[in-house]
């Protein structure tokens, strides 16, 4: 047997993820579609491989070439598209005398294409289809659930009743026959050669296939659930090793301010986390590769992070150990008061220690997807005019001109990072990024973790908004900090609490930029009762400070504060 593999296709439904990549090298836990198919032919018994190209035909060229692969596979160009009958007409040269198989490389299917061989050669029917029953493609009449007797259009009406219609799968097997039916150099469909054959009075075989077996990836929707059903049993898995019940309930679970979508997957008493990232843009490095890259690493390093089972950064599926449901914010508003706290916060600091210790070394910035540093020119785009495009001006109304602040900012930029204890730094590290399970602690978010200061993920963990502490627990665990770090040598007090001031004024900066943005432009105003807390810690930071420091930026925030009030949302 040899066989014909149709990838020469736009995948316009598929855009504007087939921009970068041909729809036949989307991959399915890993494995790009073609590898799929490729290999189950070889198991079917097929001798040798044709391929027809046309878009992005040199990704398809050079993965076959890089592959070495049991059987010959060779690729065919098509200059001009010539549909799946041309493309089965332009190829006639390598055919033999024996039936052939023809397969679409957009499908996912278990289904034993050598019993589809096999059945063929069984009848000699001048063509066997693989059929399904999906009411979305149903177009193909069957009667005695054998024969093919004619095709409908989708959305058609049948003139005269049918026994039943089912949805060709792009799975065939056709006596060399078919040729004649086929015009030579055009573009022509195989659907059209098949009615000229029922025509002539021949037989077209209907092979129906098992239910569940066969998956359409020709659209993001169903690509997405192709790859969702296939690697959700992996995961579970390599997880929890064989399972013998592997039905799988999933329940969506409310986010926060990124874009993600985030699952419960239950299966057998056990449960994992699935992180939902989307299918891939570009070719670039993404959030769903820092996000793999940096939770392995980390989870190595003995850092406090989720176990990552099993991902698969094209379609943007993570599955995750299952942290539960409690986070610091949630445990800090069940404490009876706010000293009651301070265990738990210190423990909280010395995972944070081992986080940008033992998290920084051996740390590949390559794995970073926006920067690999907390540097000057961040903390002014990312921070600094963050909060005064999406605070300021976005949020406020406040017509202030870039260069009211611009000279305060490249200052604060500065000092920020002059005496940085330098480690891996999580970026975001608030309560709803600290999970506690078992009394155990770990963090998660931390795809955007970077190499840069201590001192900023700890005013992050002080200041966060989520938790109002007070300023003396602050100061308290500012100096558990550096007393934990003075122990092991890696601290200079009045340096670590210079650097820590500035950080809690550029992260103070970054959390008002995204409240505002978030609640004004994302809809998610549930981040809007949050920002006079943020705005009164930015008040009381600039404060502790010299009066002369940033005078433009204390008269903003006092503005800002009067708005604030004028609005009712600051008492």
């Known amino acids: 047997m040899k066989a014909l593999i149709l990838a020469a296709g736009y995948g316009t439904r598929l855009r504007p993820y087939t921009h970068h990549t041909p ?10 579609l073609l590898d799929i198919i490729i290999d189950s032919l070889l198991k079917a018994g097929c001798e040798a491989v044709i391929i027809n190209t046309h878009h992005l035909h040199q990704e398809i060229e050079a ?104 949805t060709f799968t792009g799975i065939q097997v056709l006596d060399p026959l078919i040729l004649d039916y086929i015009p030579e150099n055009k573009a022509y469909s195989s659907i059209d050669a098949f009615k000229k054959i029922l025509a002539d009075d021949k037989k077209l075989q209907a092979y129906i296939a098992p239910d569940g077996k066969w998956q359409d990836i020709g659209t993001p929707q169903r690509y997405r659930q192709a ?97 539960g449901d409690v986070n610091l914010q949630q445990a800090a508003r069940l404490s009876p008061n706010p000293e009651s706290l301070m ?24 794995w970073t997807y926006q920067t690999a540093h907390y540097d000057q020119e961040l903390i002014l785009e990312k921070e600094c005019r963050y909060f005064q495009d999406a605070f300021l001006k976005g949020y406020l109304g406040l017509r202030t001109r870039p260069e009211e602040l611009a000279a305060e900012f490249e200052s604060l930029a500065r000092k920020a990072l002059q005496y940085s204890n330098t480690g891996f730094m999580h970026r975001d590290m608030q309560s709803r990024n600290i999970m506690i399970k078992n009394r155990q602690i770990y963090f998660i978010d931390f795809q955007g973790g970077r190499f840069g200061p201590l001192q900023y993920d700890l005013a992050s963990l002080l200041i966060d908004p989520y938790v109002e502490l007070t300023a003396t627990i602050r100061d308290q665990l500012l100096d558990y900090t550096i007393d934990a770090l003075s122990k092991i040598g890696r601290v200079k007090p009045q340096e670590f609490r210079s ?5 809690r004024l550029t992260r103070n900066l970054q959390i008002l930029g995204a409240f505002s943005f978030l609640s004004r432009v994302k809809g998610k105003r549930y981040f809007e009762k949050y920002i006079p ?15 002369t420091e940033f005078p433009a930026l204390t008269a903003v925030v006092e503005t800002a504060q009067r708005q604030l009030q004028k609005s009712g949302m600051l008492s």
């Open 23 to 32: 729809k036949p090298l989307f991959p399915i836990a890993g494995r790009p």
């Open 63 to 166: 993965y076959v070439a890089a592959r070495n692969y049991r059987l010959p596979v060779a690729t065919r160009y098509e200059p001009q598209i010539l549909g799946t009958g041309g493309a089965i007409k332009n190829v006639a040269d390598f055919w033999d005398h024996q039936p052939f198989m023809v397969i679409n490389a957009d499908i996912v299917a278990d289904i034993d294409l050598s019993e589809v061989y096999r059945t063929h050669c069984r009848q000699h029917p001048a063509a066997t289809l693989v059929l399904c029953d999906d009411p979305v493609f149903n177009s193909v009449a069957v009667e005695k659930t054998k024969w093919i007797t004619g095709f409908q259009d989708r959305g058609q009406i049948t003139p005269q009743p049918v026994e039943r219609l089912l």
């Open 227 to 323: 790859a969702y059903e296939t690697i959700s049993p992996r995961a579970f898995r390599k997880a929890f090793g064989d399972l013998p019940d592997l039905r799988i309930e999933k329940k969506k679970l409310k986010g926060d301010g990124s874009e993600r979508q985030w699952y419960r997957l239950a299966s057998g008493g056990h449960t994992l986390i699935m992180a939902d990232h989307g299918i891939r843009e570009d070719r670039s490095i993404s959030e769903v590769d820092a996000f793999v890259h940096i939770g392995q690493h980390l989870y190595r390093q003995g850092v406090s992070v989720p176990k990552i089972h099993f991902f698969d950064t094209f379609c943007g599926l993570v599955f995750l150990e299952d942290l």
């Open 343 to 366: 265990p738990l916060y210190k423990s909280i600091i010395d995972k944070l220690l081992k986080l940008s210790l033992s998290g920084g070394d051996n740390f590949d910035p390559a």
């Open 499 to 503: 650097c820590y001031h500035y950080c």
């Open 533 to 547: 807390v943020a705005l009164g810690t930015l008040k009381s930071t600039l404060a502790t400070g010299s009066q």
